[in-house]
Every structure is written in structure tokens, then in C-alpha cells.
């Protein structure tokens, strides 16, 4: 970060600078797993897994300069590492009620690796974090009917986060960087489904619906000032609560090998936010928006030529936002109407 000059904004001369840094992030993880799967009986088969891991993870950086807005003052460079290791289980279920449907259940476990933080002015105790860790149940039912003609899936979850890991700003806000704090229950379920009502004609849809929200009030003495941390029953940001996708493709042939094709596909995502406390001064609201794709070409097994509109009607939906105290909002949007040609070729 360096100085200019503020009549014409130009870089002066010799150059100042308010706080240059760098940051060295390295992490070494190895694991080893496996799983046994045995038929109880015909219909039944379960399934177990078990893996082990261990990493280690060093972030190292160095202060250049002076910056009086975030009190970052020259300092040599210096390496904070972090290490762990563990098991994660799986356990599986499926059972085939026929030939074509099939009911399965699932519990699994997961986890990110901590790590180190490495910013101006942030507290001792806040330098690491810990590795965070989820249950995930999911139970469901996969069929298919009229030859394959038709799939129709369905499918409820639920996951258990602890120890969440959690990106918050720095007490001045101008940095953010990874804490510990409390834990979360996401719950949802989706629909899928996929048709072939006659020759050449393809319609799949899906649906899904997203509950995800802290189950424990977020503490942390280092942020609190910041209004950053959430309270049980807040939601989790940056999750769309609902998401839907339509789809419809029909092909026909035209001469010799190649077939024409049409496709339109249609998208959908629901209300997410930025923050978890709706009372931070950063808080945004983003998605409720759709789009609708076109593809028309022709094409055989090994080549195809394709005309393509993507955002068919030219709307704009608010992605994410990058909000920061005292700077206008940083906006991430849709991609506006875009057109193209496409040429594909397998070898």
C-alpha cells in the first residue's frame, strides 16, 4: 500500500509505504483409509469406512511499513504452525425394496484442518484455530420406473457442525481472519427428477430446501466489539435457503449422422445473507434471483457446433457483497446476457 499524491492521485516520488506485507501459507496433510462393505442378506448391504489423517499447516508473513488506520507496524518476518490428527467413520446402508427402487441411509463424519492467522494487531490467542468438525445424516429413496424412462430421487439431511470456524473482522474492521466459534445444524432436503416422455425429448428438474442456523450463541471476547458474532437460531450466510433448476432438451435428426438439438434451462436461487447477525453494520441480502439459458446446435458422437445465449433476458442478480465501514460496497453480480458459438471434438 503506498501513498499518492492527492491533487492528481499519482504515486509520489520517493514511494511511501503504509503497510506492505506478504504471507507464506503452507499445509502438508497425509491420509490413510479404507472401507469393508458385506450383504447381510440379498436385498441389505452395509458399508463402513474409517480414515486416518494428519497435517501440518505453517503460516508465516512480514510486516513492511507503517499504517496508522490498522496499526500495523514493521515486523520481522515470523511462522505460527498448527498440526493435528484424528479418524473420521462412514457408515452406509442401502436397501433394494425391488429391482428399482432402493432406500438408503448414511452417517458420516468430516472435518477442515485448522490453521494459523497472520494479520496486524490481532490478539495472541487469536493467531490459531482449531480444526471444525460435522456429523452428516442423510436418508433416501432412488428409483427408477418404465424402463429407466424415469428417475425420481428424494432425499432428507442433516448436519451437525462443532467448533465452527467462522471468518470475522479484525476490531478495526479491516482485516478478517478465522475463530472457533460455537456450532451449527444445517437441515434440508431435494427433489430430483429426470423424464424421457418420448424419442428425443429430456426434461430434469431439481429442488432443494436449505435450513441452516446456529444452535449455540457465538462468543469470542475479541470480536464482540466488532458486532460480528451470531445467536442461536440465527442463520448461516452465504447459503441460498432455496434453489430450484428446470431443464427441457430435444433432439432430432438432421442428415446423415448428426442430430439436431435445442435446450433450455431454467435456474433459481432463494434469500442468502452476508453476515449472521442481522444487527452488523456489514449485514447484506443477496440471491432471489433466476436465469434462463439457451442452446441450439448440432452434433454426433464426436463433434458438435452449438449457438448459445446464456441470461436469456438479461437479468441481474446480486451474488455476494464485500462490505467494509466506511467504503462503498463491493458488488458481485450475474453475468450479464452472453452469446457464443461452441465447437466441441473428441479424439
Known sequence: MFAGIPATGTAQEPTRDLGSRYIVDTVKQTAEFGEVSYRLFKPLTITVGLRHYHYNKVVGGEYLGYNYFNGQTPRPFVAIGATADGFVKKFNLDYKITRD??????????????????????????TTYQPDSLWNYE?????????????????????????????????????SYISNIGSARIEGFEIEASAQPIHGLLLNGSFSVINPFLTADQFNEAIAETNSSGRKGDILPLIPRLTANAGAEYDWPVFNDFDGMIR?????????????????ANYRVAGKYSQVNLRLGVQRDDVGLYFYVNNVFDKIGITSYSATTGVPDYVSSTRPRTMGVNLRKSF
Open 101 to 126: 427402487i432402493m432406500f438408503y441411509f448414511t452417517a458420516s463424519q468430516g472435518f477442515r484442518p485448522g490453521g494459523a492467522n497472520n494479520i496486524p494487531g490481532l490478539p495472541i490467542q487469536n
Open 139 to 175: 436418508a433416501g429413496v432412488k428409483t427408477q420406473f418404465f424402463n429407466h424412462r424415469l428417475t425420481f430421487n428424494i432425499d432428507g439431511y442433516r448436519i451437525d457442525w462443532s467448533n465452527l470456524q467462522t471468518s470475522v473482522r479484525s476490531a478495526l474492521g479491516n482485516f
Open 264 to 280: 433450455v434451462d431454467y435456474s433459481y436461487t432463494g434469500k442468502m445473507t452476508t453476515q449472521v447477525n442481522p444487527t452488523n
